[in-house]
């Protein structure tokens, strides 16, 4: 099929630039940018001076197949997502039991093919059960199609351990994803230690438990000289050591979530679980510093850290409750705020939500360019809504904006050329 959109604000987040035009979908490419009027056996839709823009990268999304089936399955995420503008999803290997070899890896491949209306690669775990103790298979892995490794929030504690597996990660041209968070520091640790913490009375854990296992994967990225990405950078204090790193030519890159760039320790009020996340919300200060450092390139990639719990998971008291928020649906929305708060553009956005998650898993997505997968999001960023957590994708209604209102409304989802979301227009 091929689809004409015409009338389209056109998002391009390679050139850095807005633009106004019409493109040519046809056989899932983007086939042509800027033709005058459509082929005649085209679908036309149009845009209605609407944003078109590549469609969401996310990396670092959870989803429960398998062993939690019941709080996020490859069905919801993906309608999740697609409801989202999120065309790719990264998926992490913290489930039961962790995608740590090869079998696991395919039959997960396999039920995402079947199951998702968006695209889903995954992340292998770094080591056997994510229990830091023995590597798994990289090489074998990799040739399952694992983009990259990690073992999320179990940070590989024995230092020997973590060196061994940089080594042969480098040797194999493997992507390692770190959490940068002590884990010694942060262990009980459910609000960022401060004023606010004591007030509530929530054990607390300092900024710098961040910086420091930081500064421990630095030193063990330019020991073996490994690719690494960290998941989340959330504090001012270890920005100077994400600039140091890339100043002195290490393969570095960083991310943030979406929920830490728009959201502070406040948020948590009157001990509301959906805010409790890992790591823990932020001061005021550092979401500022982070968002600087976002928009001026020094960190690179923006993720929903999509984390389904259900209801009885959340309704606890704060300290008990499990951590974590769904994000697939509302990270658009979210970032949102940061356009129209005059942080950033829309292309800055995409570059952090698309361009740049998709250069670094070395994806072809997350480009509004001819040649490119026809994987885009059609969306307005001023549509005005209030957010109502009952009427998510998600299994899990586990969000921090529900009653929120917000703007930033997806009119149409497409990947590889077929609308996966949205009507005609």
């Known amino acids: 099929m091929t689809i004409f959109l015409e009338n389209a604000r056109l998002i391009d987040p390679e050139a850095g630039e807005e633009r106004t035009g019409n493109v040519i979908l ?9 033709a005058a009027s459509a082929p005649a056996d ?41 409801a989202g ?37 995954h992340m292998a775990a770094l080591t056997r059960g994510r229990e830091g103790r023995e590597m798994v298979e990289i090489g074998f892995l990799r040739d399952a199609g694992a ?29 390692i994803i770190g959490h940068p968070q002590d884990p010694g520091l942060s262990a009980g640790a459910v609000a960022t230690s401060g004023k606010f913490a004591s007030l509530r009375g929530l054990p607390g854990v300092s900024p710098m438990a961040e910086r420091m296992a930081f500064d421990r994967d630095m030193a063990l990225v330019e020991m073996t000289g490994v690719k690494y990405h960290a998941d989340q950078i959330t504090c ?14 290490l393969d570095v890159t960083a991310g943030v979530s979406i929920h830490h760039l728009t959201l502070n320790e406040f948020d948590v009020g009157d001990y509301r679980t959906f805010f409790k996340l890992t790591p823990p ?58 356009y129209h708060a005059g942080a950033m553009d829309l292309p800055q956005l995409f570059r952090a939500m698309s361009l740049n998650p998709a250069r670094r898993l070395g994806l072809d997505c997350g480009r509004l360019a001819e040649g490119a997968p026809a994987d885009l999001v059609l969306f307005d960023p001023d549509a005005p809504f209030v957010l109502d957590r009952f009427k998510l994708q998600s299994k899990s209604k586990n969000t921090p904006f529900d009653g929120a209102r917000m703007q930033g409304r997806v009119f149409a989802t497409f990947v590889g050329g077929r609308q996966v979301f949205g009507g005609a227009a």
Do not use: W
Request: include cysteine; charge should be neutral; aromatic fraction near 4%.
């Open 85 to 121: 503008g999120v065309t790719t999803i990264i998926a992490r290997p913290d489930t039961h039991p962790a995608i740590d070899n090869p079998e696991t890896l395919e039959f997960v491949t396999r039920r995402a093919a079947e199951a998702s209306p968006v695209r889903i690669r």
């Open 42 to 82: 085209a679908q036309v839709i149009d845009c209605r001076g609407r944003a078109l823009a590549p469609g969401i990268v996310d990396i670092g999304a959870r989803i429960g197949e398998p062993g939690e089936r019941h709080k996020e399955s490859f069905r919801s995420a993906g309608l999740a997502a697609a």
């Open 147 to 175: 983009v990259a490794f990690t073992d999320y929030d179990r940070v590989v504690r024995d230092t020997k351990v973590l060196s061994r597996c940089m080594t042969y990660a480098r040797s194999l041209g493997a992507l």
């Open 26 to 34: 046809h056989d899932g490419m983007i086939a042509a940018i800027g």
């Open 281 to 338: 919300l932020r001061s005021e200060e550092d979401r500022v510093a982070v968002v600087e450092a976002l928009a001026s390139g020094l960190i690179d990639i923006i993720s929903s850290m999509h984390t389904p719990q259900d209801e009885e998971s959340k309704r606890l008291p704060f300290e008990e409750a499990a951590a974590g928020a769904v994000a697939l649906e509302t990270m658009l929305p979210a970032a949102m705020r940061l």
């Open 236 to 249: 001012a204090r270890t920005l100077p050591a994400l600039e140091r790193a890339k100043r002195n030519g």
